[in-house]
Each structure stands twice: as C-alpha cells, then as structure tokens.
C-alpha cells in the first residue's frame, strides 16, 4: 500500500509561482521502482497529465506546462516536487500526485489532490 499526501496548493495571480510536494509512504514504498508525477483536472475536464519523472530521472511534460513548470524528486527522502512558474489562469485545477510501478505500469496511487487557483 502506498500513501501520497499532496501540499503547497493556493491563490496565486497570473505570472506568480508555487511549488507543490508529495510525500510516500506505505509498507511497501520504495522509490526507486516507483515512476512519480503530477497530473491536474480543471473543473469540467477529464484528468489530464503534467509532468512524470522516473526513477533514473528522465522526464516527461505536458505541452501546455513545457517550460514553466520543472518535476524534481528526491528518492531518499520518497517526494517529488513540481515547481510552477509563470502561471495562467489555465493552470486551475486540482493537482494530483501519482505513483506508478514501473513493473506493473496500469497500477496506480493517487493522493487526494490540492488545490491551485490562479487568478487576479
């Protein structure tokens, strides 16, 4: 069982900054088998990937977020981390933190989301 808890969600105007963190933990967490990232939905729309980082590091963006936004994960301590900049009002959305096998890839854990609301 893996727990992902999600925290650094806000208000925050168009062009500012925030950086999310996920911590895991669970009896059997550990993240060097574990791809982590970030996934966001918008009221209304389906859940949609931003951001994937894999135990070696390699990494993967939404179009939309290229550029803006870096996922960092820091294995010893079992977090990962996404640092948004330059923010739009189409970042809205409720961030979520995954966790995925990578030897069991349609497993996944989901913490319960933050809130990111950018507006004037």
């Known amino acids: 069982q893996v727990q992902l808890v999600e925290s650094g969600g806000g208000l925050v105007q168009p062009g500012g900054s925030l950086r999310l963190s996920c911590a895991a933990s669970g009896s059997i967490f550990s993240s060097n088998i574990y791809h982590l990232g970030w996934y966001r939905q918008a009221l209304g729309n389906e859940r949609e990937l931003v951001a994937t980082?894999?135990?070696?590091?390699?990494?993967n963006y939404a179009d939309s977020v290229q550029g803006r936004f870096t996922v960092s994960r820091d294995n010893a301590k079992n977090m990962v981390s996404l640092q948004m900049n330059n923010l739009e009002p189409e970042d809205t959305a409720v961030y979520y933190c995954?966790?995925?096998?990578?030897?069991?890839?349609?497993?996944?854990?989901w913490g319960k989301g933050t809130l990111v609301t950018v507006s004037s």
């Open positions: 980082i894999t135990p070696g590091g390699n990494i």
């Open positions: 995954n966790a995925r096998p990578v030897d069991l890839p349609t497993m996944d854990y």
